[in-house]
Every structure is written in C-alpha cells, then in structure tokens.
C-alpha cells in the first residue's frame, strides 16, 4: 500500500511511520506542518528510504492537500496530525478548534474528491482512518466512588467530552463517521488510551516527569495525583493502528489500551524510583515531587476496553506499563539531543493553563 499520514513527525504519527517503513513493504507519505510537536529528527532512522517522503503542509489547505493526493495518489488515509494537550486547549481553544475540526473536515474533503476519481476496484480498496482518543467519552467511576467491578469504556460508550481538546477530537469523530454515511467515504475511526514511548515531546506528563527530574527541578502534581490513566506504550499503539488500517472493517470503531490502569502520582513515583537504580543522587526523586492546583474540568480516570481489537483483529498489547517505563526512561537518557532540539525557547516545561485554574479557584 502507499499511505498518506497527516501529523506523521509527532509522537504518535512518527512510531506509525517508523513501524511501516521498519517492518512491511508499504510506503508512506508524511504530511505535517510541523509545528512544535513536530520533529523530523524523529523519523532519521527512515528519512533516506525510498517509500518514504514528506510534504510539509497544513491539513487546512485544501489547494495543498489536493496537490499531495495527486501527486502521491496513496491507497490508504491514516489521520493523526492533532493538537491535543489539554492544558495548551484550555488556554489557546481556537487553534484546536482550527486544526482538530476544520482541518479533519478538509482532509475529508480532499480525500473524497480523490476517492470519487478512482476506479471501483481502488475506491473499494481505500481506506480513511481517523485516530482518536479515549479523552472524548469524559470519564469512569473512581474507585473511591463506587465499590465493586468498575465500568470500561467500550467503542459504544456515550461521548462526554470534557475539555477543548477533548470536544474537538470528538467532532472531529462525528465528521469522520457522518462522511461515510453521507457520502459514502470509507472510514474506520479508533480511540487511544494515553500513549507513552521515545520520541514524547517534553509537555505531556511522563516525559516532562522524566527531565525535570533530572535537572532537579520540581515534578508537579495536579490536585492530589488520584487521576487514573490506562498507559498504553506508543510502538504497541503503532502495531495496532496499522493492524486496522490492513485489517479493520469499513464503519467500525476500535478502541486500542493498554490494560494498564495507574494513577498519577503512582506514575511519577515509579519514574522517580527507575532514576534511583539508573541515575543515583544523594536524595530520592520522589522528594522533589510537588502539589500544585488541579487542571479545571480534569477527568478522573479514563480506561479502555480493548477486548474488540483482540477477538476481531488478534492485537493485544506485548508491553507491560513496567517494562515500557523502563524503555522509555532509557531512552530518555540517551537521547539528551533530542530532548535539546525539540524544546524551543516558547516552551520551557512551565504549567500550561494555570491561569484558568486559579481564576476558577478564587470564584
């Protein structure tokens, strides 16, 4: 196959193109804007193989995107390029609504102009997978609110959004899944639990955890660290996204996890005790963790059911969250110029969205 994927120098975008290239014979074509998310310094270990090109455009030009399908003329679409930090959308919402909405409506667009232009045989054959997060069905019980077995969420759950990003990402679903019934355009649409792996740019929390650690800085934790998160480590993420890509029926939703439901401060309490065995110091880690304001509208625990993407696709995820960790934290310590470059002078690690929240804590 010859697969266009938007945001494919992000995080995510950039473990789906390394897999392709690394371990079948499709080709790939990237497009992203590149925006402080994006590096290229990602993709060095596939940028001079001959299926892989990139083409720097934003998914809200149209002229553009309609230039790269003909050009490329790719069988499959594989949908990634987002904005998608929380705290970045409840400060900048406009520029979520900008990229996650009408850019995925352009993409489709472009796409179903292209896709109406083939023949039956390729129109068939083409695919336009839209990948989503777990974030656009809000959030699950707690543990310490209800006693017993507590509910997952499964690819028929109700959608409850409860930030900017997360509502963007969900009408971006609705696009998605409306232009197949409208118009036909075969989509498959999967949600994500929260990734993690190399190649993390520095804001989300694990990475963030990992250098100011280093750096002795503080590691800030939101409200009492109680929020529980379903890990999911980003190469498994990349196997299952192009299992449903080659695999996935037309229509369907698959919501991809990684079985592994921890709370915040656990997270950063593990990070802090691999640094104690990998990177010694006088003091613990732990003791430069910190408690700082609660995100306003923050989910309590999110968790997957991945039990569809195991029965229908064979997929089940080979990382433990401990042995991924550890991976991830390696790869952090040996990578310091990656870490370097993909941090610009915009962005320094502060908190992000603090503002609302003590604005919202003094009403």
């Given at each position: ?157 109700p959608y409850a959004p409860s ?93 991809i996890g990684g079985h592994n ?103």
């Amino acid at each position: 196959m010859k697969i266009l994927i938007t945001g494919g120098a992000g995080f995510i975008g950039s473990a789906v193109v390394r897999h392709i290239i690394e371990n079948t014979k499709d080709s790939v074509i990237n497009v992203d804007k590149l925006t402080y998310a994006g590096n290229l310094e990602s993709l060095l270990t596939v940028e001079q193989n001959e299926r892989y090109s990139f083409e720097q455009v934003d998914i809200c030009n149209r002229s553009e995107l309609e230039r790269v399908f003909q050009v490329h003329k790719p069988n499959a679409v594989m949908h990634l390029a987002a904005e998608s930090h929380v705290d970045r959308s409840i400060v900048g919402p406009a520029e979520f609504v900008q990229t996650n909405i009408i850019g995925t409506y352009t993409l489709l667009e472009a796409a179903r102009e292209y896709w109406n232009k083939l023949s039956d045989k390729s129109k068939k054959a083409f695919r336009f997978h839209h990948i989503s997060t777990d974030e656009v069905y809000g959030d699950l019980p707690h543990p310490d609110e209800q006693e017993g077995s507590l509910p997952l969420f499964t690819e028929s759950t109700p959608y409850a959004p409860s930030s900017p990003y997360s509502a963007s990402k969900a009408s971006s679903d609705h696009l998605v899944r409306s232009w197949l019934r409208t118009y036909g355009l075969p989509t498959i649409v999967t949600n994500c639990s929260n990734n993690y792996g190399p190649y993390h740019f520095p804001e989300k929390l694990i990475p963030l955890v990992i250098l100011n650690a280093l750096e002795g800085k503080s590691l800030p934790i939101y409200g009492k660290g109680d929020q529980i998160r379903d890990w999911l480590y980003v190469e498994d993420h990349a196997r299952a996204l192009y299992k449903v890509i080659t695999a996935g029926k037309i229509g369907e939703t698959y919501n991809i996890g990684g079985h592994n439901e921890k709370q915040n401060l656990e997270v950063v309490q593990m990070i802090c005790s691999i640094l104690d065995t990998l990177v010694p110091k006088d003091t613990a880690y732990s003791q430069q963790i910190t408690y700082v304001t609660d995100r306003p509208g923050h989910d309590r625990r999110y968790a997957i059911d991945a039990s569809k993407m195991s029965s229908e696709l064979n997929w089940t995820p080979e990382e433990t969250f401990e042995t991924g960790l550890l991976k991830t934290i390696q790869w952090y310590l040996d990578n310091h110029q990656w870490c370097k470059h993909v941090q610009d002078g915009s962005y320094q690690r502060e908190r992000l969205g603090v503002h609302t929240s003590v604005v919202k804590e003094k009403l």
